[in-house]
């Protein structure tokens, strides 16, 4: 078995001013290709609607959720066979939000497994970042939907997020308290 060249690719002038990196493309993660747009321009485009429609907001929580939930469905599928423990399925779904770019580094906090609660914290939330210190409240809707969607899918039950303490705030991290939904 001698190592030889499967495959070759290269960086491509797409235009003289532009260079499209064929090595890596299509990005992908979680088995699936990525539409990639930088931290910056994803804050911005949260920023634009928050100044001009401040009640849309709420929709970046739902997309969140949306997203969480379905990134959980595709997890529990590809790990059933693992029999991993309820405290490995929560770290494996915080560790996709990580895998897709949304956040640097989130730790479990704190876990309860028989009330279903637990605390999260984030470092380098792509929607605080760039606001650091500048904001009364926490600014991250999107990720806290995510977070909630996932691990409410991991839960298999609604989940109530509660983020206290955010970056944007200018705290060092973002903290997310999660227990069940309550009607």
């Known amino acids: 078995n001698q190592p030889c060249t499967i495959r070759a ?16 493309y299509p990005v992908s993660s979680i088995c699936q290709p990525l539409a990639m747009l930088s931290h910056s321009i994803l804050s911005l485009m949260i920023e634009g609607v928050k100044s001009r429609a401040p009640k849309a907001v709420i929709i970046f929580y ?9 990134l959980a469905k595709h997890l529990i599928e590809v790990t059933k066979e693992l029999n991993l423990s309820e405290e490995e399925k929560v770290k494996t779904a915080l560790d996709i939000i990580s895998c897709l770019g949304i956040v640097s580094r989130s730790e479990l906090v704190k876990l309860n497994l028989e009330s279903q609660s637990c605390v999260i914290h984030v470092h380098d939330s792509f929607e605080a970042t760039r606001i650091r210190g500048e904001m009364k409240e926490p600014s991250c809707l999107f990720t806290k939907g995510i977070v909630g969607g996932l691990l409410g899918a991991v839960f298999n039950r609604r989940m109530t997020v509660l983020e206290d303490m955010c970056i944007a705030k200018g705290d060092s991290y973002c903290r997310f308290q999660l227990e069940p939904y309550e009607e």
């Open 62 to 70: 739902h997309l969140g959720y949306y997203l969480g939930e379905e």
């Open 9 to 24: 690719e290269y960086i491509v002038s797409v235009r003289p001013w532009m260079v499209c990196n064929k090595l890596s």
